[in-house]
């Protein structure tokens, strides 16, 4: 994988791609709030030997910083195409882990010709009438509540609550700590804020393509168990469930991850 970098008024976005071939399906890998490319760490090792692979940190994240909180979800869709273009990156899976799945169903609404498929892991749907008026509102207040809890706590409950084996619980201590606390609280709280905002786009079927959903049974982030078994109900999907897993689970179950993806590339 080499680095690269992509330049916009608001930052330099940084990213990673290995030797693109044209005729090679593309993965492309985006990283939940406040993560970054390390968790797909085991993913693109094991993909970039047969596929096109793209993973980046999101704007504001990781190596991605500086970079003003002044971009809106759909701005991160455009970046993102901005940067696949610029790679000639087609025939596109997107897999995006949490708040990544959430930019890839902005994406498919902006570009749905350009997608062959989603891997939804331990993300939610963005269509309005699954979240209570509570949820969303709750989605404007995190800043504060986050702040008032001593930023020791706040990495404990923040690793252990997304995650079931040491080794991913230590990799999102590692995410946590390139923060300053201040600059944690305030891009958990823009993040949750643009999920409440897109929630209301009124997106009519931002599924265009072939999808699958993850999640593991240890998810507690959230209501994302709830809302991943409503999603696959109502709009039909095949939710597979990762026993022995938490809400970041290409790090937590890398290899059962790692199948499943193959499973559905080889079904598309």
Not at 40 to 45: A, G, H
Not at 59 to 68: E, I, V
Request: charged share 20%; net charge positive; proline share 5%.
């Amino acid at each position: 994988m080499t680095r690269k970098e992509y330049t916009t008024p608001s930052g330099t976005i940084v990213y990673w791609t290995n030797d693109i071939q044209s005729q090679r399906p593309s993965l492309v890998f985006l990283p939940g709030l406040t993560a970054d490319h390390r968790l797909f760490d085991r993913q693109t090792d094991y993909f970039s030997r047969a596929y096109n692979v793209m993973v980046w940190d999101a704007p504001a994240h990781g190596l991605s910083r500086p970079f003003s909180l002044d971009f809106s979800m759909d701005d991160l869709a455009r970046f993102l195409h901005s940067i696949l273009e610029v790679e000639g990156i087609q025939h596109l899976i997107l897999v995006g882990q949490s708040f990544g799945g959430y930019i890839s169903q902005c994406y498919m609404q902006l570009y749905p010709k350009s997608v062959l498929g989603f891997v939804s892991l331990d993300s939610a749907p963005l269509r309005r009438h699954y979240y209570t008026s509570f949820e969303l509102a709750w989605l404007n207040h995190t800043y504060s509540m986050y702040y008032a809890i001593p930023w020791k706590w706040l990495i404990r409950w923040g690793s252990n609550g997304v995650a079931q084996s040491p080794a991913a619980r230590q990799q999102m201590r590692t995410f946590m700590l390139d923060y300053s606390k201040t600059e944690y609280c305030l891009l958990a709280a823009y993040g949750y804020r643009l999920l409440g905002e897109a929630t209301k786009m009124q997106y009519q079927n931002p599924l265009c393509c072939p999808t699958i959903l993850v999640c593991g049974r240890q998810d507690y982030a959230g209501s994302t168990r709830r809302y991943n078994r409503r999603w696959a109900q109502q709009e039909r999907l095949y939710l597979h469930t990762i026993d022995r897993c938490g809400h970041n689970s290409p790090y937590d179950s890398p290899d059962e991850v790692n199948n499943v993806i193959v499973r559905f590339i080889n079904n598309l």
